[in-house]
């Protein structure tokens, strides 16, 4: 497995060795050894999601403020522009965003540790994103940084306006979204 570590220091991606030949592929997408070494973490994952999304799509930026959940994403059908942003006050990477592109065919996870807001935009017809988590769904905790904050500025690989939910168009920009401490 290829460790690729990021401009924010916490935030990991995860490539592993793909072995293919005519019949098709095999690779570890998961192995808690390996990922405690790379994240000097002992994390516990206690939920997996699964969404489909069609172009364009843009689903974020999420995060619970209480409950906080750790997140290790990927792609298992299209491609998406995966995003993080810190949102720890005491961070040296606070309101700085990272992000890279997860497909189907490179087989890339990203790590977010609690402590970041996570969004993505849909770059192929559909895509299937799948999650595990460090806590479970809370959505009485749940909170939206704008995903066009001109704080943050998240170089969105847009082509035409992004579809958004209800719930997304309603993100708070940085400076009034909740933090964490």
């Not at 990203?110 to 959505?139: C, I, N, Q, R």
């Amino acid at each position: 497995m290829n460790i690729i570590k990021t401009s924010i220091p916490d935030v990991i991606i995860f490539e592993p060795k793909v072995f293919g030949d005519d019949r098709g592929f095999f690779f570890e997408s998961f192995n808690q050894h390996k990922f405690n070494e790379a994240t000097q973490l002992q994390v516990n994952f206690v939920q997996d999601n699964h969404s489909k999304s069609a172009k364009n799509v843009l689903r974020g930026m999420h995060y619970q403020i209480e409950q906080a959940q750790g997140k290790l994403v990927r792609v298992t059908q299209g491609e998406v522009f995966d995003v993080a942003v810190d949102l720890r006050r005491a961070s040296s990477t606070f309101g700085q965003w990272v992000g890279t592109h997860l497909s189907a065919e490179n087989k890339r996870q990203m790590w977010m540790p609690p402590g970041f807001a996570h969004g993505f935009l849909v770059l192929s017809d559909t895509a299937e994103f799948l999650y595990k988590t460090t806590d479970f769904y809370a959505p009485q905790y749940e909170c939206s940084l704008k995903w066009d904050d001109p704080t943050v500025a998240i170089e969105w690989p847009l082509q035409g306006t992004p579809l958004l939910s209800a719930k997304d168009e309603q993100g708070l920009s940085l400076q009034a979204t909740k933090k964490f401490d």
